[in-house]
């Protein structure tokens, strides 16, 4: 017979297997990683600059396309095949989808923030956080001041690394129908906040004003879906307490 027939059976937290790499260590690798990875994205960018005359300071109105050939297309494929690295560790680093997700948002965060601070180190760009940038091409131009994707990409690691430690450790996160609805509707809201000059520079004019409102409403309404959602979920050191 059980020893615990009749007795309310409490639940324990959940515990690493023997030997698999604790928070520190899985944390420590995947940012030497991003670290790594911004350094040499950054160099390439420094070498393609050179090797076309283009002045970092220039950027725009953005060159068109007839006379870059196919370097936009090969630009699309590294930004693809950049995301791809990415969520390539976050897999791997992880053990289940949501953790996995975690790391590739720490993973992608660390390298965007470091990838500026490489250039600055390089060629002394971006002079400021204001100086505007051209950040991605997939699918349409999109464009903002340095300090707009360093803000989320601090956004990015924070709540990763909260979300891998409460993994890691055993615990759960729970997200409700409403988090997970802020979060998406607050990302989005974000790339709309980075898309918003897309039709001025793709007629080859110069973006100027950023729609702060938009991208702070949709940065704040994602930042409370991960709040809430990790507040919401149970401390697994909590769990089994007498």
């Known amino acids: 017979m059980s020893s615990t027939h009749g007795m309310d059976a409490v639940p324990l937290p959940q ?31 420094v070498y393609l600059q050179r090797a076309l005359g283009i002045d970092p300071r220039a950027l725009f109105p953005v060159r068109d396309p007839a006379l870059t050939g196919d370097l936009a297309l090969i630009e699309v494929g590294r930004e693809a095949t950049t995301l791809v690295m990415l969520g390539a560790v976050g897999w791997l680093a992880g053990r289940s989808g949501l953790e996995r997700l975690a790391w590739t948002a720490v993973a992608f965060g660390t390298w965007d923030i470091l990838y500026y601070a490489w250039l600055w180190a390089f060629i002394g760009w971006p002079p400021s956080l204001g100086t505007w940038d051209l950040l991605f091409l997939i699918p349409v131009p999109w464009t903002g001041p340095v300090w707009a994707p360093v803000a989320v990409s601090l956004a990015l690691v924070g709540f990763g690394l909260a979300a891998a430690r409460r993994l890691r450790a055993g615990g759960h996160v729970r997200a409700c129908r409403a988090q997970v609805a802020a979060g998406v509707a607050g990302g989005l809201i974000v790339v709309v906040g980075f898309c918003w000059n897309a039709a001025l520079v793709l007629d080859g004019g110069v973006p100027e004003t950023f729609p702060l409102p938009v991208f702070a409403g949709g940065l704040a309404l994602a930042a409370w879906g991960a709040t809430s959602a990790l507040r919401g979920s149970a401390d697994p050191r909590a769990a089994g307490a007498p």
């Not at 023997?18 to 994205?41: H, K, N, Q, S």
Request: aromatic share 10%.
């Open 15 to 45: 515990v690493s297997a023997p030997g698999a790499p604790d928070f520190r260590a899985v944390a420590a690798v995947v940012i030497a990683y991003a670290v790594a990875m911004a350094f040499l994205e950054s160099a390439v960018v």
